[in-house]
């Protein structure tokens, strides 16, 4: 009979998710230039050996950020066009304001730095929030 506990696999997806939304408070508030992988380290109590086991980069790692940020976006203006069918004016302030507070958490030097150091991520996020407004914004409109 095996002990119980988390599965091997568990605990690396756990140590992944902590990395992830540690890597995400300091990219969004300070810039991506300036975090390094030892500050996350350091943070994290972890070795710079850890972090790289699971993400080979830092470009890497702002992906899954990003990855993360927009599957957490997304599900939230699922939950809010399932909630609001035909209440065109609660549904639209609800998802503005959803929109608003998740915006707030990106500041401008993390924009910048995504823009001028990853561009190709950069390009990425502005297809992904174009396909996302579509889909959920427009969604309003044709209802």
């Known amino acids: 009979m095996k002990p119980a506990g ?6 690396a997806d756990a140590s992944r998710q902590l990395i992830v939304e540690a890597a995400r408070a300091h990219f969004f508030s300070h810039g991506f230039r300036s975090v390094t992988m030892d500050d996350l380290a350091d ?10 086991a699971h993400f080979p980069s830092k470009i890497a790692l702002l992906e899954a950020v990003l990855a ?25 302030h609800e998802l503005l304001s959803n929109t608003q507070r998740e915006l707030d958490e990106i ?7 995504m823009r001028q150091k990853a561009p190709h991520v950069f390009k990425m996020v502005e297809r992904r929030r174009a396909e ?12």
């Open 132 to 143: 996302l407004i579509e889909r959920h914004f427009g969604k309003l409109f044709v209802e």
């Open 68 to 92: 993360d940020k927009f599957a957490g976006v997304e599900a939230k203006l699922k939950e809010v066009t399932r909630a609001y069918p035909h209440d065109f004016s609660t549904a639209l």
């Open 6 to 11: 988390k599965s091997p696999r568990r605990k």
């Open 43 to 52: 943070e994290l109590g972890v070795s710079k050996k850890t972090l790289y």
């Open 107 to 113: 500041k401008p030097p993390f924009v910048r730095d």
